[in-house]
Each structure stands twice: as structure tokens, then as C-alpha cells.
T-cell receptor
Framework: AQSVTQPDIHITVSEGASLELRCNYS??????LFWYVQSPGQGLQLLLK??????LVQGIKGFEAEFKRSQSSFNLRKPSVHWSDAAEYFC?????????????FGKGTRLSVIA | SAVISQKPSRDICQRGTSLTIQCQVD?????MFWYRQQPGQSLTLIAT?????????ESGFVIDKFPISRPNLTFSTLTVSNMSPEDSSIYLC????????????FGEGSRLTVL
């Protein structure tokens, strides 16, 4: 069965500092990989996704993520965090075998940004 | 991307009552799913809403408690029946387009508080 682990429940960074949010997955093959962001009181917005090809993917709001097959990881990064990035971040995996299966989500990492 | 509208966006309900959440997608999608997000938690899949037939429920969720309808490709409802305070959650409608890319679009969610 697919599973997603986000080891960090809560991370606090200073505005302007770099950010890396960790995500590890368990899956029999290479899955589809996603990062979503949820601002307080909002639904989920897709930041970026990996299907195939270049293992470094660019997303919205200056985020990027790198797929590392050998480590079963898909860590999210941003070189300079803005106060508006404070939110909950979810990593998710999807099956390549069937396009009709839902995504499996990690428990999320809450990002706080301090001045 | 698909635009998903959910209503109500929030509600306060009395114990023992039922509430129906509506989800409307702006274009035809192949799959629709309902997720629950309990306070401070990640997303848990409740069921897959199947057009014109009974929903497919995940372990721990039953039709009597969470009846779901999907009369056409763009509309679905989730009812939370005989509510208790433990049902206080955000309920999220999501959808997937044609194609095996796996990406899910989400509504803004319906935040239910049961007193």
C-alpha cells in the first residue's frame, strides 16, 4: 500500500531564509508525486507535481521539489521564504497503475514564518 | 484547472441532526472524491463518488453515516448523518479530470462544528 511520511510536524523559519520540507514515500514503483499548500481556512492548492522526466520540478510561488528515487523522497524547497508562505504543506502520492485512484496524503507540515 | 464550489462553507450543527454538503464542478470530470480533515490532521478519504451508482467507501466509513450522491458528472453531495461532536471536521470535495495524470483539484472545504 502507498504511504507518505512527512517527518516534520512543525517548522519555523525566518523570513528570507531558505526552506526545505521533507517527504518520503512508500510505493512499489515510481508514483506520481504532489505538493499541496493549505492556508488557514482554505482548501488545498497544488504547488507542483512530478510525473516523469526532469527530477527537479518547478512550481508556483517560487517553490521547487526534487524527486530522488534512491531515497524515495520528494522534498520541497524554497530559497527565500516570505511571510505569506506560512501555511500547512501536504505531500501526496498517486498511483500510475490507475488514473482513477485517489491520492494518499502525508500528515502535513505546518510552516511558521517569523520576522 | 477545474473550479470546485462547495456549500455551505461552514456551519454549526446540533448533535443528532444531519447536514448535506454540495459540490459543483465547473467542467466534466471523471472522478470525484470526498475527504475529511479533522482538526490538526491530514486528509482521510471517505469515499469515491460514482456517477449514477453507489459510492465506494473506505474502511471505517459507511453509507448510513455518510450517504453520497453523484447524479451527473459535475455534481455530488455528501450528507453527514446523525452528527456528533466527533464529526466536527472540514469536509473537502475533490475531482480529477480525464487522463492518467493523477492530479486532484479541491474545493474550499466545508467546516462543520457539531455542538
Amino acid at each position: 500500500a502507498q504511504s507518505v511520511t512527512q517527518p516534520d510536524i512543525h517548522i519555523t523559519v525566518s523570513e528570507g531564509a531558505s526552506l526545505e520540507l521533507r517527504c518520503n514515500y512508500s510505493y512499489g514503483a515510481t508514483p506520481y508525486l504532489f505538493w499541496y499548500v493549505q492556508s488557514p481556512g482554505q482548501g488545498l492548492q497544488l504547488l507542483l507535481k512530478y510525473f516523469s522526466g526532469d527530477t527537479l520540478v518547478q512550481g508556483i510561488k517560487g517553490f521547487e521539489a526534487e524527486f530522488k528515487r534512491s531515497q524515495s523522497s520528494f522534498n520541497l524547497r524554497k530559497p527565500s521564504v516570505h511571510w505569506s508562505d506560512a501555511a500547512e504543506y501536504f505531500c501526496a502520492v498517486g498511483s500510475r497503475r490507475s488514473g482513477n485512484t485517489p491520492l494518499v496524503f502525508g500528515k502535513g507540515t505546518r510552516l511558521s514564518v517569523i520576522a | 484547472s477545474a473550479v470546485i464550489s462547495q456549500k455551505p462553507s461552514r456551519d454549526i450543527c446540533q448533535r443528532g441532526t444531519s447536514l448535506t454538503i454540495q459540490c459543483q464542478v465547473d467542467s466534466q470530470v471523471t472522478m470525484m472524491f470526498w475527504y475529511r480533515q479533522q482538526p490538526g490532521q491530514s486528509l482521510t478519504l471517505i469515499a469515491t463518488a460514482n456517477q449514477g451508482s453507489e459510492a465506494t467507501y473506505e474502511s471505517g466509513f459507511v453509507i448510513d453515516k455518510f450517504p453520497i450522491s453523484r447524479p451527473n458528472l459535475t455534481f455530488s453531495t455528501l450528507t453527514v448523518s446523525n452528527m456528533s461532536p466527533e464529526d466536527s471536521s472540514i469536509y473537502l470535495c475533490s475531482a480529477k479530470r480525464e487522463g492518467n495524470t493523477g492530479e486532484l483539484f479541491f474545493g474550499e472545504g466545508s467546516r462543520l462544528t457539531v455542538l
